[in-house]
């Protein structure tokens, strides 16, 4: 079976750095690009960006370019979405989320990681 | 970037009724459109792929049709379960996918 487990809950200070990961399992984690979703309180979805852990080529949607960094660990089959410094703007539910071999849809998700930054 | 458009933002349906949800281009995705369901608290899932294509275990009452820029999902009697937020993505731009903004269907 299937599963994108990511890290739990998240409580940080504006300025201050996160690493938030996505664990996957019941397939080859190296051949199956996989991707950052952000969903902000009461809103919809956004694509962040995705990798491919297989030899780590990595895309980012313009709008997190240079705002978070995506890598993976394939000796551990996770994913990671990191922040060097975070900001009240980035309170948000974020999904990993894995492409689907044939096409671009995304065919399994993460559960989500809560990332709440406040003061 | 492909902006995708739903309409409508907010869809108020009885049980047992015909729900029809819209979804519209910026430019032509052809045929790479998905859907997918939220419900509360959940993290989304895939119902539709390739604008007509139900996913896994998907119940035959959800049907989706269109393409290029032009697509619509239909539920043809809503069940208790259905009710949730759907949203659209394209995946005819990669690797800049984009998603609409999404339907809320709410119990009327």
């Known amino acids: 079976e299937v599963q994108l487990v990511q890290s739990g809950a998240e409580v940080k200070k504006p300025g201050e750095s996160l690493k938030i990961s996505c664990k996957g399992s019941g397939y080859i984690f190296t051949i199956y690009w996989i991707g950052w979703v952000r969903q902000m309180p009461g809103k919809g979805l956004e694509w962040m960006g995705i990798l491919y852990p297989g030899d780590s080529d990595t895309r980012y949607s313009p709008s997190f370019q240079g705002q978070v960094t995506i890598s993976a660990d394939k000796s551990i089959s996770t994913a990671f979405l990191q922040w060097s410094s975070l900001k009240a703007s980035d309170t948000a539910m974020y999904y990993c989320a894995r492409r689907s071999a044939t096409t671009g849809f995304v065919d399994y998700w993460g559960q989500g990681t809560l990332v709440t930054v406040s003061s | 970037e492909i902006v995708m458009t739903q309409s409508p933002a907010t869809l108020s349906v009885s049980p047992g009724e015909r729900a029809t949800l819209s979804c519209r281009a910026s430019q032509s995705v052809s045929s790479n459109l998905a859907w997918y369901q939220q419900k509360p608290g959940q993290a989304p899932r895939l119902l539709m792929y390739?604008?007509?294509t139900r996913a896994t275990g998907i119940p035959a009452r959800f049907s989706g049709s269109g393409s290029g820029t032009e697509f619509t999902l239909t539920i043809s009697s809503l069940q208790s379960e259905d009710f949730a937020v759907y949203y659209c993505q394209q995946y005819n731009n990669w690797p800049q996918w984009t998603f609409g903004q999404g339907t809320k269907v709410e119990i009327k």
């Open positions: 390739g604008a007509s």
